[in-house]
């Protein structure tokens, strides 16, 4: 299916062994950083990899495509012939013998006989829709008749039969339609499995986007704790001095236990993210802590609509299985019609019965070709409905069944094109956010350092150091959201216009 689950395995045997390591119990400060630093790093290759391995849902779709093939195996069985074989052998003692005309003695008229038969069936013609059979059969028969010419008498007989509609039912299209249906179904599983896998994709990135930026969410809060926390030291160590007053001491230690609080609900966020992680890679053990994750550098650069929509159109699977699912309801569409014809069907046999001999069975085979007696039957029934009103109802409800998918189509077009818009104008947006918070952080930053070193100085206040902190704080957070909202919208458009598959390497089976 790809490239990537080789590779992924082989990392995640390396992952589960360091990456994914158990953790013993750490302080709220330490737990997700002794995570994230714990083995090997954990690639969104490696994860999407084994997503594509071992997804449930990939796993569950695969089934509908296996299931798909074999309707088709099914469908083309209808023109494998049928090989029959059969032997019987009958005896038949009367109890007395009621009359002389009969030539049989006074204990009873007595009967022997034994067939065999071999025979082929051609349940449907591919040209014609017809229904074809020949048979063969050898027999011996014998008697304690006197009036018998022949004792043992062997037969020899072929036959044939023909059962050809000539309306309804008639012709390639109708002993064809139920295959080619089939073929349809399998082309829409294909395409679902296409969809399921671009969709598991586009979750693995999502699952792990959040992953990083829980992670680096928790950062941020070890961050805001550790200034915190140097602040409390030096307003209490302010205090002392008379420098600082009580109100600058508990103004710190709000600030440490707020920042703590941030790190215990950051952690819980964190496992929350691994869990969903996991769970899309199917991984059987939850109690594994991922090794460390990071975001890729984004290379995509500002999409086009006109590029972006052209791919979406051409790969989009929900467009492409509606496409396929019409075309099978066309095929409804004039099975119905022609279903509203009559009912004229052919009928005819031909059969060749060897002169009996008492010679045994290859004299009867050989007397075949030369010597023998025949018969042959045609017929034509014809029937048809009271006003074909079932047929008609049909005929219509196939008509409103394509016109219904043909608006379905329609709409997820409409959609299409309003969803790759939104997923351009949120990359563009989100790459320009990206930059402008960027400079914000940096900005802040600097205000930090500026404000601390006033502190430092004398020359301002802990609470204006907090402000000042909490600006920082904020301004890392926004670049945060704006880098995961960039790698949400690239993972987005990437699923609509279907480049998922060559960006990640994925081939799919044939």
């Known amino acids: ?283 059987p053990n939850f109690d594994v802590r991922v090794g460390p994750v990071a975001f890729d550098d984004y290379k995509g650069g500002t999409p086009t609509f006109a590029a972006s929509y052209k791919l979406a159109r051409e790969y989009y699977p929900d467009t492409l299985s509606v496409e396929q699912a019409i075309k099978q309801l066309e095929i409804d569409l004039e099975t119905a019609r022609r279903n509203q014809l009559p009912d004229l069907d052919l009928l005819a046999s031909l059969g060749y019965t060897a002169r009996a001999t008492n010679a045994g069975y290859n004299q009867a085979i050989s007397n075949l070709p030369n010597d023998h007696g025949n018969n042959w039957s045609v017929a034509l029934n014809y029937s048809m409905p009271w006003g074909r009103h079932a047929e008609k109802a049909r005929y219509r409800t196939a008509q409103t069944n394509i016109s219904s998918r043909k608006v379905q189509l329609e709409q997820l077009e409409q959609t299409l094109l309003v969803n790759v818009r939104a997923a351009v104008r949120a990359v563009e947006s989100n790459v320009a956010a990206v930059e402008i918070a960027t400079k914000a952080t940096e900005l802040a930053a600097r205000q930090y350092e500026q404000q601390k070193a006033r502190f430092d100085a004398g020359l301002s206040t802990s609470r204006l150091v907090l402000l000042a902190q909490d600006d920082l704080e904020n301004a890392r957070f926004s670049e945060l959201n704006s880098r995961l909202a960039l790698r949400r919208a690239a993972a987005e458009l990437n699923r609509l216009e279907g480049s998922s598959l060559q960006r990640f390497r994925v081939q799919l089976p044939q």
């Open 1 to 283: 299916m790809s490239r990537l689950p080789a590779r992924a395995l082989l990392a995640f045997s390396v992952t589960f062994a360091t990456a994914f390591g158990q953790t013993p119990p750490a302080a709220p400060a330490q737990a997700a950083s002794n995570a994230s630093n714990n083995g090997a790093p954990f690639s969104l290759e490696d994860a999407i990899g084994l997503a594509l391995k071992k997804n449930f849902d990939l796993q569950v779709q695969s089934f509908v495509v296996e299931n798909a093939k074999d309707a088709i195996a099914i469908q083309e069985a209808a023109f494998d012939p049928t090989v029959t074989a059969s032997g019987r052998r009958s005896v038949n003692q009367a109890a007395s013998n009621t009359s002389r005309l009969d030539g049989a003695q006074t204990e009873g008229p007595r009967t022997d006989s034994t067939t065999l038969s071999v025979g082929a069936t051609l349940p449907r013609i591919a040209a014609t829709n017809g229904t074809l059979g020949v048979s063969t059969n050898v027999s011996r028969s014998a008697t304690n008749s006197t009036n018998a010419l022949l004792n043992p008498s062997f037969g020899h007989g072929v036959s044939a039969n023909l059962n050809q509609p000539l309306l309804n039912g008639a012709g390639r299209f109708n002993a064809t339609s139920a295959l080619q249906r089939a073929k349809l179904g399998l082309n829409i599983a294909s395409i679902n499995y296409k969809s399921r896998v671009l969709s598991v994709i586009s979750d693995t990135e999502n699952a792990y986007y959040n992953l990083v930026a829980a992670r680096e969410t928790l950062r941020i809060r070890q961050l805001t704790f550790q200034y915190n926390q140097k602040l409390l030291e030096e307003n209490q160590a302010r205090r002392t001095t008379g420098v600082a007053t009580d109100l600058d001491v508990l103004s710190a230690e709000v600030g440490v236990a707020t920042s703590r609080r941030g790190i215990i609900q950051a952690e819980q966020s964190v496992r929350d993210a691994e869990d969903r992680l996991l769970n899309l890679i199917n991984v």
